[in-house]
């Protein structure tokens, strides 16, 4: 096990490890292996599901066999108010939107939620702020500026407004992440934003759709910089 976290612990393994799984849900975005309506669905789901447990596995491993104490929470608050910050202003641009979704159901609405904290909240950080931070986490620029390009180009065929906020989100998890914030918190806000852009607005357009919300993901990335590199010391432990 300890051979297997060692090479955990080299960011190209990592990125090897997850390029078949990237692949697959460009495929499946893109329409290149012929499924249609609710078969596709369902393989897209089948491939999140893959990437949830095969980085759950992979970052027990890591953990199970780093002998390092856990990160301290000397930093836990400022990373988790910049998650907060996150959420709330996705939750005031999804208020300011005409096409909040009044239909849905409070128990749909909680289900929605569950599903996507767990699917693709879990699933993405387990990997790129779980394995991909760990490994990389002797090099500020490479465990969330590289990490961050990567979120983004994994939303590539959604289109390149997608992928720049995204990326800005990245940055924003990233940020907290190397400031001591824990996989579950970043998972929360990752599938709670995911939740509000797709459940509660989902015809919304804050997500790049005009210049305001260009100028804000903006001032997003440059608050997450700034606090990452006001103290921009290598974590202790990333658990």
């Not at 078969?39 to 789901?45: H, P, S, T």
């Not at 959420?87 to 641009?93: E, L």
């Not at 959604?158 to 924003?172: F, K, Q």
Request: net charge positive.
């Amino acid at each position: 096990m300890k051979a297997l976290a060692r090479v955990l612990a080299r960011p190209a393994v990592v990125a090897l490890l997850f390029a078949p799984i990237a692949l697959m849900l460009w495929g499946l975005q893109l329409g290149l292996f012929g499924l249609q309506g609710s078969a596709r669905v369902q393989a897209f789901e089948i491939a999140q599901l893959v990437m949830l447990v095969s980085g759950g596995v992979f970052y027990w491993v890591a953990c199970r066999a780093d002998a390092a104490p856990p990160h301290g929470a000397r930093n836990a608050g400022a990373a988790l108010a910049l998650i907060a910050a996150a959420v709330a202003i996705s939750a005031q641009f999804a208020a300011a939107d005409a096409h909040l979704n009044a239909a849905i159901g409070p128990v749909a609405a909680l289900a929605s939620l569950a599903n996507l904290v767990l699917v693709a909240g879990f699933a993405e950080e387990l990997w790129f702020r779980g394995l991909w931070t760990r490994a990389a986490r002797t090099s500020l620029v490479l465990a969330v500026g590289w990490g961050a390009l990567a979120f983004g180009l994994l939303h590539w065929p959604m289109g390149p407004g997608r992928v720049a906020t995204t990326a800005a989100l990245g940055l924003l998890y990233g940020a907290a992440r190397w400031r001591g914030a824990p996989i579950w918190a970043l998972a929360l806000a990752h599938g709670a934003v995911n939740w509000i852009g797709s459940t509660v607005a989902p015809a919304a357009t804050w997500r790049f759709g005009a210049l305001p919300s260009q100028a804000l993901f903006c001032l997003i990335v440059l608050a997450a910089v700034w606090i990452v590199l006001r103290r921009g010391l290598p974590m202790e432990d990333t658990r």
